[in-house]
């Protein structure tokens, strides 16, 4: 049986089976667990605390531990219900605190994070796709979501489940989405097919990163402009917000809890404040709003510190009306944020970019007013807080006036050398000058001084060359004096010293060697710009031509009266079109 007969070799029935994903995911939904988990262990401790240090406890230990989880809920933006209430109607609780937002989206986010970094594909392990991974964390987020709700429905305050149904899971994919985007190195695409082509050719232009910057940096500055006013109206009515704080316990334990309460919706307070200086204001139940044009309504107010720093109820004042300058400086910003750093950008890109940005911080304000409010309860405390829309539309409005014109403005004056630069090329051409197009005189200027180094400074004014007169050596002059010989270069206007001359033996006559009428009359032949070359008197005799150096260095003359000069090195190459002038510097 020859090879060509022999069975070909097959592959083992039982092929080595493809790792298991399991360990992997199960990792994964453990991680979103203990995220939901450190959530509500880090509430019930603070509230555990606080229910031992009131002299007062309602409730036992249990009671605690539900309204923990109520208030987990609460951070999710879930409404809770309050029933023991004076008139015996319940009474929902919808304004969430926005500071207690930060705590489980960041451990949510690190979870997906985490996740997404734990299979490297070292040792046989599979990494696991990013959908898998946000799958898998939010599969053991929301389980211990579920549990809590359930929870907290036997406490004082429990939550509403259609509200809790949709605000923790919105909470959770928010959040694992950012953290499954950031441990894939924060790509912009491609994204899914099932995404419309339009939208991902657009996520990838660097317009739309730009719009989202600049929109992004005047949500923040309205938000601190925000901030600004909530600082300084509550530095001007110090005495009314003390008397509030104090006014409501006299327990250091319910004081702590107050001040607590304050800081979490100190980010409610600058969205409110933010609102405020757009104009659209907000509202303070029973039909009442605060806006700077006026404080008009009856406000049915709960006893609180930070709304004890409202403005005063009448028509607005100049002082309040001033509050518009923070919505112009977020404009400003916008604006500034908006301009692109390359040059072949045009004018108009800019412009809309800059529209993009305005729209960007106007849907951040309008979210950030839609999550800072809500019902403190029913009938005429329904409704608290800022309109969204109205907020929105403001933050949209009053960033797009200043904006556009700045990121144009700023635009021009960026790009002004390069404008200049192309018109003069314009002009050149239109004129037909080609040395001057380009750019061309600049770069070859700053070749030829590169290549010569420190032979070709800055350029001056170009010396007036003087002839020099042969003169006979005097008794004033010593014998080994030396002279100064000096290169003129005529194209470039630049003296450059050359090699001294050696001084003359003892006894022997000096001569200054200057160039002849003959080599004058060369000069145009070789190519070498005219200069001033001196000439003789009339009627003198012409001089006659220097003698060339000997090349066996002997220093014998071919001439009588010559004095011998021995040949010397050159210390730098020669020069084009150079002539050497002799002038005589006085000894001593």
Same mark, same amino acid.
């Given at each position: 049986?020859?090879?060509?007969?022999?069975?070909?070799?097959?592959?083992?029935?039982?092929?080595?089976?493809?790792?298991?994903?399991?360990?992997?995911?199960?990792?994964?939904?453990?991680?979103?667990?203990?995220?939901?988990?450190?959530?509500?262990?880090?509430?019930?401790?603070?509230?555990?605390?606080?229910?031992?240090?009131?002299?007062?406890?309602?409730?036992?230990?249990?009671?605690?531990?539900?309204?923990?989880?109520?208030?987990?809920?609460?951070?999710?933006?879930?409404?809770?219900?309050?029933?023991?209430?004076?008139?015996?109607?319940? %009474?929902?609780?919808?304004?969430?605190?926005?500071?207690?937002?930060?705590?489980?989206?960041?451990?949510?986010?690190?979870?997906?994070?985490?996740?997404?970094?734990?299979?490297?594909?070292?040792?046989?392990?599979?990494?696991?796709?990013?959908?898998?991974?946000?799958?898998?964390?939010?599969?053991?987020?929301?389980?211990?979501?579920?549990?809590?709700?359930?929870?907290?429905?036997?406490?004082?305050?429990?939550?509403?489940?259609?509200?809790? %149904?949709?605000?923790?899971?919105?909470?959770?994919?928010?959040?694992?989405?950012?953290?499954?985007?950031?441990?894939?190195?924060?790509?912009?695409?491609?994204?899914?097919?099932?995404?419309?082509?339009?939208?991902?050719?657009?996520?990838?232009?660097?317009?739309?990163?730009?719009?989202?910057?600049?929109?992004?940096?005047?949500?923040?500055?309205?938000?601190?402009?925000?901030?600004?006013?909530?600082?300084?109206?509550?530095?001007? =009515?110090?005495?009314?917000?003390?008397?509030?704080?104090?006014?409501?316990?006299?327990?250091?334990?319910?004081?702590?809890?107050?001040?607590?309460?304050?800081?979490?919706?100190?980010?409610?307070?600058?969205?409110?404040?933010?609102?405020?200086?757009?104009?659209?204001?907000?509202?303070?139940?029973?039909? %009442?709003?605060?806006?700077?044009?006026?404080?008009?309504?009856?406000?049915?107010?709960?006893?609180?510190?930070?709304?004890?720093?409202?403005?005063?109820?009448?028509?607005?004042?100049?002082?309040?009306?001033?509050?518009?300058?923070?919505?112009?400086?977020?404009?400003?910003?916008?604006?500034?944020?908006?301009?692109?750093?390359?040059?072949?950008?045009?004018?108009?890109?800019?412009?809309?970019?800059?529209?993009?940005?305005?729209?960007?911080?106007?849907?951040?304000?309008?979210?950030?007013?839609?999550?800072?409010?809500?019902?403190?309860?029913?009938?005429?405390?329904?409704?608290?807080?800022?309109?969204?829309?109205?907020?929105?539309?403001?933050?949209?409005?009053?960033?797009?006036?200043?904006?556009?014109?700045?990121?144009?403005?700023? =635009?021009?004056?960026?790009?002004?050398?390069?404008?200049?630069?192309?018109?003069?090329?314009?002009?050149?051409?239109?004129?037909?000058?080609?040395?001057?197009?380009?750019?061309?005189?600049?770069?070859?200027?700053?070749?030829?001084?590169?290549?010569?180094?420190?032979?070709?400074?800055?350029?001056?004014?170009?010396?007036?060359?003087?002839?020099?007169?042969?003169?006979?050596?005097?008794?004033?002059?010593?014998?080994?004096?030396?002279?100064?010989?000096?290169?003129?270069?005529?194209?470039?206007?630049?003296?450059?010293?050359?090699?001294?001359?050696?001084?003359?033996?003892?006894?022997?006559?000096?001569?200054?060697?200057?160039?002849?009428?003959?080599?004058?009359?060369?000069?145009?032949?070789?190519?070498?710009?005219?200069?001033?070359?001196?000439?003789?008197?009339?009627?003198?005799?012409?001089?006659?031509?220097?003698?060339?150096?000997?090349?066996?260095?002997?220093?014998?003359?071919?001439?009588?009266?010559?004095?011998?000069?021995?040949?010397?090195?050159?210390?730098?190459?020669?020069?084009?079109?150079?002539?050497?002038?002799?002038?005589?510097?006085?000894?001593?």
């Amino acid at each position: 049986m020859t090879d060509r007969d022999a069975p070909l070799p097959t592959a083992p029935r039982h092929a080595a089976p493809r790792r298991n994903r399991s360990p992997e995911a199960a990792a994964c939904v453990f991680g979103g667990a203990v995220a939901a988990g450190l959530g509500l262990g880090f509430l019930a401790v603070l509230v555990i605390v606080l229910w031992i240090s009131s002299p007062y406890p309602d409730s036992g230990p249990g009671g605690a531990l539900h309204l923990a989880a109520g208030l987990w809920l609460l951070a999710h933006g879930t409404e809770l219900v309050r029933y023991d209430t004076l008139s015996g109607v319940p %009474a929902p609780v919808g304004v969430t605190p926005l500071l207690l937002i930060a705590l489980p989206a960041l451990l949510m986010r690190r979870a997906a994070r985490l996740g997404s970094a734990s299979g490297d594909g070292s040792d046989g392990d599979e990494v696991l796709p990013a959908s898998v991974v946000f799958s898998a964390v939010l599969c053991g987020y929301l389980g211990v979501g579920c549990l809590a709700t359930v929870y907290a429905a036997g406490g004082p305050m429990p939550a509403d489940p259609l509200s809790a %149904a949709w605000h923790v899971p919105l909470v959770a994919v928010l959040a694992a989405a950012a953290g499954v985007w950031a441990a894939k190195g924060r790509p912009l695409g491609p994204l899914p097919r099932w995404v419309p082509e339009a939208l991902r050719r657009a996520v990838v232009r660097p317009r739309y990163a730009v719009a989202v910057r600049a929109g992004t940096a005047g949500a923040l500055s309205l938000a601190g402009g925000g901030a600004l006013l909530v600082g300084l109206s509550l530095a001007w =009515h110090g005495k009314e917000v003390e008397e509030a704080f104090l006014a409501l316990t006299g327990v250091w334990s319910g004081r702590f809890a107050v001040l607590l309460l304050a800081l979490a919706l100190l980010p409610n307070a600058m969205v409110w404040g933010a609102a405020y200086a757009l104009g659209p204001g907000f509202a303070l139940g029973g039909g %009442a709003s605060a806006t700077p044009l006026g404080f008009e309504g009856a406000p049915a107010l709960p006893r609180f510190p930070l709304l004890a720093a409202l403005p005063p109820e009448g028509p607005g004042t100049a002082l309040t009306c001033a509050t518009a300058v923070l919505p112009v400086v977020a404009g400003l910003v916008v604006g500034w944020f908006a301009v692109r750093r390359a040059r072949e950008v045009r004018r108009a890109e800019t412009a809309l970019t800059a529209a993009l940005g305005a729209l960007v911080c106007g849907l951040l304000m309008a979210g950030l007013a839609a999550v800072s409010g809500g019902p403190l309860g029913s009938g005429r405390l329904a409704e608290f807080g800022p309109v969204w829309w109205a907020t929105g539309a403001a933050a949209f409005a009053w960033t797009l006036v200043p904006a556009v014109p700045l990121a144009v403005a700023v =635009h021009s004056w960026r790009t002004r050398p390069v404008r200049k630069a192309a018109e003069a090329e314009e002009e050149a051409l239109a004129a037909g000058d080609e040395w001057h197009t380009g750019g061309g005189r600049e770069v070859r200027w700053e070749a030829l001084r590169r290549t010569a180094g420190t032979l070709v400074p800055d350029l001056g004014p170009e010396p007036t060359a003087q002839p020099a007169e042969p003169s006979a050596p005097s008794a004033d002059t010593p014998s080994g004096g030396r002279s100064r010989r000096l290169t003129v270069v005529r194209g470039l206007g630049i003296g450059l010293p050359a090699v001294p001359a050696r001084p003359a033996p003892e006894g022997a006559a000096r001569e200054d060697r200057a160039p002849t009428a003959a080599a004058a009359a060369s000069a145009p032949a070789a190519g070498l710009p005219p200069g001033p070359f001196p000439q003789p008197p009339a009627g003198a005799p012409a001089p006659a031509p220097a003698p060339a150096p000997d090349p066996a260095g002997a220093g014998a003359a071919s001439a009588p009266g010559a004095v011998p000069v021995p040949a010397a090195r050159p210390l730098a190459p020669p020069v084009a079109g150079a002539r050497v002038l002799a002038r005589r510097r006085p000894a001593g």
